[in-house]
């Protein structure tokens, strides 16, 4: 199993950016995914998570309103649109198969003026 991430890092408060997530070594269609995020100092949070087919998501509070997950199953891709980002935005961004331990090696999303 392989997962990973790609399209971090430093955005200006308020700004964008989406980060994708390649997965392979698995039937990405069965399983659901999420994004977890470690901000300096602190341990890993669970940020957003979708479903296997994509009819269900849910989001870390701080984030509703401004991020959006998405998948495609056809390109074994897991995305997390990502706007009007705030300082407390920052951290390593991680992309997980649900219900494994199998996570990506992470990538780095710095919000700062």
């Known amino acids: 199993v392989e997962l990973m991430e790609s399209g971090g890092g430093l955005v200006q408060p308020g700004g964008s950016l989406t980060l994708s997530c390649i997965a392979s070594?698995?039937?990405?269609?069965?399983?659901?995914m999420s994004w977890y995020r470690q901000r300096p100092g602190e341990g890993r949070e669970l940020v957003a998570q979708?479903?296997?087919?994509?009819?269900?998501?849910d989001y870390l509070d701080s984030v509703k309103g401004r991020f959006r997950i998405a998948r495609n199953n056809g390109k074994n891709a897991l995305y997390l649109e990502m706007n009007n980002l705030k300082p407390e935005d920052t951290g390593v961004y991680f992309c997980?198969?649900?219900?494994?331990?199998?996570w990506g090696r992470g990538i780095q999303v710095t919000v700062s003026s």
């Open positions: 997980k198969r649900n219900q494994y331990q199998h």
């Open positions: 070594g698995f039937t990405f269609r069965d399983s659901g």
């Open positions: 979708i479903s296997n087919l994509g009819m269900s998501t």
